[in-house]
């Protein structure tokens, strides 16, 4: 994802737009979280998500949804409550294991108490009834409003108003997402489509399943009036692609660009980790839609449409950042928000390496990936001081080019340091290992000295934590501006 203003936290939002969660007792004092060094009241100790089944209905009418999420979850410690992130919905009732259970609110937390204590090592499922409105003012929010639907937008902190989880990236799950829409909508979500059921009534349900564990923070669910364009990809992957239909066939040269971008990132990745992939250009240029270009959200990556009816040069290496990060952020997963350079970095290494391949100049008139990195070297020193080091990012700084083209210049530090057939090892066991879970900066050091025979933690470790910008190897004339 590209640069994105987090916006300041109250709790005053719990009432913005009458939303205060009906049923529910407000319970002062914060709840407690994971602990995340960027986000450390993200998420919630004692259990481990294992699926969420959520069903949306949208309402045409009031343009609101009506919502059940159900999540199945695995009791680490005993519990007399168990937390589920939340904000913005109203909640209607909550059940454990199919009885009524009571639940409070505690700023952004759904604290639901069982009849009894949850065991440990239990499996229990809580399911929690509720309404959402995609118009909501809130603080920080995922939902995208359009004027025919919505879309979502979770990362980094968000997907809680959309519905109750674990909102962490380190506990990844299992997610089946049922949309229902009135005739002459579409809903769709991410994965694969397995069932579409017209309700007689005038509404239509459509089913998805994601096969491989998924972050809450790249769920992808859209209404709207959209055409579903299906084409081959490498390998004879599916490619499916969401679009609004009155734009359907200003933006086919863009689409049509997907197979051949995913086969180049097949060659340096390996085969390409999910059942499907595809675009969804929202429905919506409203600039204050969302604060950035295109996210990754699993199998379905969401995008501003007017940015696709560019020409390839100005687009082609965005789409490459947004495609890499299938392999890194959505296959292999950050363990904390500290770790995101290994999702951006990696993304941003990638997408400049296709532009210069394919002659493209930058903005900068750069058309080699040395002659930018050399340029990125030279504001080293400024990033570390004003965005902190590379690998040690605070939430005002989060998507700051240091996450971006900072943790691309220090693969490619890692690259002159060890040589071009090993980094490209490095990176093929780095997502062969952690495959479908979570890696840390820690996992990502260990294997590089693993694969490359060399102990690189005090390499690494200076291009990743230091406040100064180490010596580029093999370019003693650099220097830092």
Request: aromatic share 8%; glycine share 10%.
């Amino acid at each position: 994802m590209l640069t994105r203003l987090r916006k300041a936290r109250a709790v005053l939002a719990l009432v913005l737009g009458g939303l205060l969660l009906s049923g529910a007792v407000p319970v002062a004092n914060a709840a407690d979280g994971l602990g995340d060094p960027v986000f450390p009241e993200l998420g919630n100790p004692g259990y481990r998500a294992l699926a969420y089944d959520l069903a949306f209905d949208y309402r045409g009418d009031t343009r609101t949804v009506e919502a059940t999420a159900a999540v199945t979850a695995r009791i680490d410690r005993a519990l007399a409550e168990l937390r589920l992130d939340a904000l913005g919905l109203a909640v209607h009732a909550v059940r454990v294991d199919g009885r009524p259970a009571r639940f409070a609110i505690r700023d952004e937390k759904l604290v639901v108490t069982p009849e009894r204590p949850l065991r440990r090592g239990r499996t229990a499922r809580v399911s929690v009834e509720y309404t959402a409105d995609p118009r909501a003012r809130l603080p920080h929010t995922a939902w995208v409003p359009t004027p025919d639907g919505f879309a979502v937008a979770p990362q980094p902190d968000t997907a809680h108003t959309v519905f109750p989880c674990n909102d962490h990236p380190g506990d990844k799950a299992r997610f089946t997402v049922a949309v229902t829409t009135p005739d002459g909508l579409t809903g769709v979500a991410g994965g694969e489509l397995t069932a579409t059921e017209p309700l007689g009534d005038g509404r239509t349900t459509r089913r998805y399943v994601s096969r491989a564990p998924m972050a809450t923070e790249l769920l992808q669910l859209s209404v709207g009036d959209y055409t579903v364009r299906e084409r081959t990809g490498p390998h004879g992957l599916p490619v499916r692609d969401v679009v609004p239909t009155a734009r359907a066939a200003d933006l086919e040269p863009a689409l049509s660009l997907t197979p051949g971008q995913l086969a180049w990132a097949e060659d340096r990745l390996g085969p390409f980790p999910f059942e499907t992939y595809g675009l969804l250009p929202v429905n919506t240029d409203d600039p204050a839609a969302f604060g950035f270009t295109g996210l990754e959200t699993q199998t379905l990556t969401l995008y501003k449409p007017g940015f696709l009816l560019k020409p390839e040069p100005a687009i082609g290496s965005h789409m490459m950042h947004e495609i890499v990060h299938s392999w890194f952020g959505d296959s292999v997963t950050p363990a904390t928000w500290a770790d995101l350079w290994l999702n951006e970095g990696h993304a941003d290494y990638y997408g400049l390496t296709y532009r210069y391949e394919r002659g493209w100049p930058d903005d900068a008139g750069h058309t080699t990936l040395t002659d930018r990195m050399r340029e990125v070297y030279r504001q080293g020193d400024r990033w570390r001081r004003e965005a902190g080091p590379v690998a040690a990012p605070t939430a005002e700084h989060l998507f700051d080019d240091q996450r971006y083209l900072g943790g691309a210049l220090v693969l490619f530090a890692l690259r002159e340091k060890v040589g071009e057939e090993t980094f490209s090892r490095i990176e093929r066991a780095f997502l062969t290992r952690y495959r479908h879970g979570n890696a840390d900066t820690r996992d990502y050091v260990r294997l590089a000295s693993e694969i490359s025979g060399q102990d690189l933690d005090g390499f690494l470790g200076a291009w990743l934590y230091g406040r100064r910008t180490p010596p580029m190897p093999g370019h003693p004339d650099w220097t830092v501006g």
